[in-house]
């Protein structure tokens, strides 16, 4: 027997005697702990795009018809010419030029020699800033977003929230969660900041601040 199947043998016994039904709003725990850290009436969104920029990502706001341009922009900025696209993702988004989308399915080698990625999110956390991928439509599987090194991600404002408690609200936790504070960095050595050893280097983030569903990343139909 391996350390796996060790694991999870002890957790299958410990969890012999609890009905499969059940589920974590039927343990009669209090939960009557503070749920969000914001003023009533504050910006989430604002706080949300100062948030994700302290974390040296950039963050661009737009609204629904100036997100293909905004997305272009940041492509540009960066020298992303070759991006890796999840299923889902609205055509009509990307916008028009030189450069190269690669659709899913895609093995680890092929996103690697990729620029980077682009992707929708599922939430956004105003307070600790973090962007929640589910593997959602538009989202991709986690290789998606962390394999290549360069990730822009478009986050409507509707999907932006007050802290983590009303986040997991709203995310299916048997979904393989992926939270995103940043680019990808690390001080373990020394103390030293290296970026870009777990995930992406470079972090983009796109605001959507309205819901027209003319144009909503969520809604926008795909083009043949």
Known sequence: MNTRDAILGRIRAALADVPTDEGPEDVPVPRDYRRGHTAPGQDLVALFAERVADYRATVTRTDPAGLPG?????LTARGAVRLAV?????DGLLPPGDWEWHR????????????GAVTLAAVGIAVTGTIVLDTGRGQGRRALSLVPDYH??????EQIVD?????LARLDPRLPLTFVS??????DIELS???????????DVVIVD??????DPEQHPEQS
Do not use: K, M, N
Request: with cysteine; proline share 12%.
């Open 193 to 203: 900041r290296v970026e870009g050893v777990h995930g992406p280097r470079t972090l």
């Open 86 to 90: 999840p299923e889902g993702f609205p």
């Open 104 to 115: 899913e399915p895609l093995d680890v080698p092929a996103l690697d020699a990729l620029d």
């Open 152 to 157: 822009l991600c478009v986050v409507r404002a």
């Open 210 to 215: 309205t819901t027209d569903t003319a144009t």
């Open 182 to 187: 940043g680019p990808s960095a690390t001080s």
């Open 70 to 74: 905004a997305i272009a922009a940041a």
């Open 163 to 167: 802290d983590v408690p009303e986040a």
